[in-house]
């Protein structure tokens, strides 16, 4: 299941996607995400699923890598349908045993919510898939550079954002290699009540914080020894420019969000 968790995962290619400028890529997942939680007709999300299947098919990402990076989310998009289904009022029933009852509302809102959570994690794998942790790091600084005036340390925040998204694969592997050296040693973890697993994670739990601890420690040591000293008067070997893909990439993203206005205007 560790090996399944493909966020922070950079797929090199030389796409159009790939080629867009990484500020021009963080406005559009910004822009995708509001539009995406606009949308309350099944016509906007079928428009929101085309947008998908569209950058998949230009980014040459396959179906299979989403699949792969869902299914560590399927407990949570099993128990947001469960809430909506079965919480939720309304005087449409559909079925009813005792005290569990289920409604069309409810019905519509989980399939919805699902969607929704479905739609949501896919767009954010397809930034990282198709950006390097470093571009997104110096398109978000970029991004941020105003704030600079109000003395928001935005070098460092981009920076641990860059450094969260690098570590994320290397953790999950550290953390399969210690799960299986415990099953080497007898350790069960896969069987038993709920309380009982959790208890069984806590051997695992002890060796990754310290494994971790112990490459932020040799991280730092690094940087020192590179003579790291901030943001401040830092040079960039690849300097960003937009270009006519960018500009189209705006155009296809205002006509994206214009037809999910329009789509909730007319209630389709």
């Given at each position: 299941?560790?090996?399944?968790?493909?966020?922070?995962?950079?797929?090199?290619?030389?796409?159009?996607?790939?080629?867009?400028?990484?500020?021009?890529?963080?406005?559009?997942?910004?822009?995708?995400?509001?539009?995406?939680?606009?949308?309350?007709?099944?016509?906007?999300?079928?428009?929101?699923?085309?947008?998908?299947?569209?950058?998949?098919?230009?980014?040459?990402?396959?179906?299979?890598?989403l699949?792969?990076?869902?299914?560590?989310?399927?407990?949570?998009?099993?128990?947001?349908?469960?809430?909506n289904?079965?919480?939720?009022?309304?005087?449409?029933?559909?079925?009813?045993?005792?005290?569990?009852?289920?409604?069309?509302?409810g019905?519509?809102?989980?399939?919805?919510?699902?969607?929704?959570?479905?739609?949501?994690?896919?767009?954010?794998?397809?930034?990282?898939?198709?950006t390097?942790?470093?571009?997104?790091?110096?398109?978000?600084?970029?991004?941020?550079?105003?704030?600079?005036?109000?003395?928001?340390?935005?070098?460092?925040?981009?920076?641990?954002?860059?450094?969260?998204?690098?570590?994320?694969?290397?953790?999950?592997?550290e953390?399969?290699?210690?799960?299986?050296?415990?099953?080497?040693?007898?350790?069960?973890?896969?069987?038993?009540?709920?309380?009982?697993?959790?208890?069984?994670?806590?051997?695992?739990?002890?060796?990754?914080?310290?494994?971790s601890?112990?490459?932020?420690?040799?991280?730092?040591?690094?940087?020192?020894?590179?003579?790291?000293?901030?943001?401040?008067?830092?040079?960039?070997?690849?300097?960003?420019?937009?270009?006519?893909?960018?500009?189209?990439?705006?155009?296809?993203?205002?006509?994206?969000?214009?037809?999910?206005?329009?789509?909730?205007?007319?209630?389709?």
């Open positions: 299941m560790l090996k399944d968790i493909t966020l922070g995962q950079y797929f090199p290619g030389d796409t159009p996607v790939h080629n867009l400028d990484p500020r021009t890529k963080l406005l559009l997942t910004v822009v995708y995400i509001a539009g995406l939680f606009t949308v309350n007709t099944w016509g906007g999300y079928a428009l929101v699923f085309a947008a998908l299947c569209a950058v998949m098919a230009v980014s040459r990402i396959r179906p299979r890598a699949v792969k990076g869902l299914k560590p989310l399927v407990f949570i998009i099993v128990f947001t349908a469960v809430l289904l079965f919480f939720t009022a309304g005087d449409d029933i559909l079925f009813q045993w005792r005290f569990i009852r289920v409604t069309q509302t019905l519509k809102r989980a399939v919805a919510m699902v969607l929704r959570v479905l739609f949501l994690v896919s767009g954010t794998f397809l930034l990282t898939y198709t390097s942790p470093l571009a997104i790091t110096d398109g978000l600084e970029k991004l941020l550079g105003p704030l600079k005036k109000l003395h928001v340390p935005v070098y460092e925040l981009s920076l641990m954002m860059c450094i969260a998204l690098r570590f994320i694969p290397t953790l999950i592997e953390t399969d290699r210690i799960m299986s050296a415990q099953k080497a040693r007898g350790a069960d973890l896969e069987t038993g009540t709920l309380p009982e697993r959790a208890k069984a994670l806590l051997p695992l739990l002890i060796p990754l914080f310290i494994s601890f112990r490459r932020a420690d040799e991280l730092a040591l690094a940087m020192e020894c590179r003579c790291y000293n901030g943001g401040e008067g830092r040079t960039r070997m690849k300097q960003l420019h937009m270009t006519w893909r960018d500009a189209a990439a705006f155009v296809l993203g205002a006509l994206f969000v214009g037809a999910i206005l329009l789509l909730r205007r007319l209630g389709i």
